[in-house]
């Protein structure tokens, strides 16, 4: 089921003017603090009426403004999750997700049991949400959103108000949610890390347009794509684990490429992916000798991007992927980089935090 979404409406210092589509899978709406991602899913969500729009979801049209067909939010089945959890505080987790449960009016295909199991809370059932963490607050208020039976599940910056523990805390959860429900899933997020752990589809949004959509390994290795600044930029890399070392270092195979990280707990053949940052990639023309750098991905030069500053954003292909680095424009002269350049990319294993790793 694909959720397809056309808005325009106008907002202060500019006018949304968005169409996408975003299919089963999760579909992340990037880019800076307003640039009209939370406006254009409260309009999915029936709590906006947009000066002009159409939102349908499957074969249900969810509003159109041509026809004049408004749904209220109510009647549209979407399972919205805020930044804050929003849970009832005098009830129990129990019977917060019980809420959820009664809301749907008739039993979905997820039972209280599975989405119990899939968010790790059954442990918390009995308590209510003054006594919880944030991260196990936003699990509960994802699983009040699934038992609602929802048609889409929205997303608002979930992660946005927790610490760095409590993300790496519920970002496993949210994969899971991912890759085991069968609805579109609309999240909205200004973190790259976020992107590169979470997202199916990416959709870019820059002053109310999309400037950017594709696959999330697309979109964030393309270096004219930096709605967060250079400073964010990453590549994504598809890896699987083929084994665990004495050493506590953990050997990874992408695209016949060796790569060693610290140690992953997965185990072997799992499929992982990788966010690189590219202002922890250095590059050179020779394959270097003698660096404590384990990492070291040979490829050419796809594509180089300068800024108005002294710095550059160069697309590396490689057999492992594309891969991102930032340098500076006297470097990429020194080293005369221009695109089909041969050169090597190296990356420090300890420069891939655990938060840059996911399923």
Known sequence: MKLEVELRHPMQGFTLDVAFAAPPGLTVLFGRSGSGKTTVINAVA??????????????????????????????????????????????????????GRWFA??????????????????????????????????????????LSNPRAILA??????????????ILPYLERLRDETRIPILYVSHSAAEVAR???????????????Q?????????????????????????????AHHTDGLTELESGGERLFLPRIAQPEGTELRLRIPAQDVILSRQRPEGLSALNILSGHVAQIRS???????????TRAGTVLARITRRSAATLELHEGT??????????????????
């Open 105 to 146: 009016g008739r039993a979905g295909p997820a039972s209280p049991a599975q989405v119990i199991e899939m968010l790790g809370i059954g442990s918390l059932l009995d308590r209510r949400p003054g006594a919880l963490s944030g991260g196990e607050r936003q699990r509960v208020a994802i699983g009040r959103a699934l």
């Open 46 to 99: 029936g709590l906006l009426n947009p000066e002009r729009g159409r939102v349908a979801l499957g074969d249900q049209v969810l509003q159109d403004s041509a026809s004049r067909t408004w749904l209220p939010p109510h009647r549209r089945r979407m399972g919205y999750v805020f930044q804050d959890a929003r849970l009832f505080p005098h009830l129990t987790v129990r019977q917060n997700l019980g809420y």
């Open 156 to 169: 608002d910056e979930p992660l946005a108000a927790l610490d760095e523990a409590r993300k790496a805390e």
């Open 342 to 359: 041969p050169c090597h990319a190296v990356v420090k294993s300890v420069a891939i935090a655990p938060e840059d790793i996911g399923r």
């Open 307 to 317: 800024g108005d500053g002294p710095g550059a954003l160069v697309s590396v292909s």
């Open 198 to 212: 979470l997202a199916t589809t990416v959709i870019v949004l820059q002053d109310g347009r999309v400037i950017r």
């Open 214 to 242: 594709g696959s999330a390994a697309e979109v964030l290795a393309d270096p004219a794509v930096t709605p967060l600044g250079a400073r964010a930029a990453g590549a994504i890399l598809t890896a699987r684990v083929i």
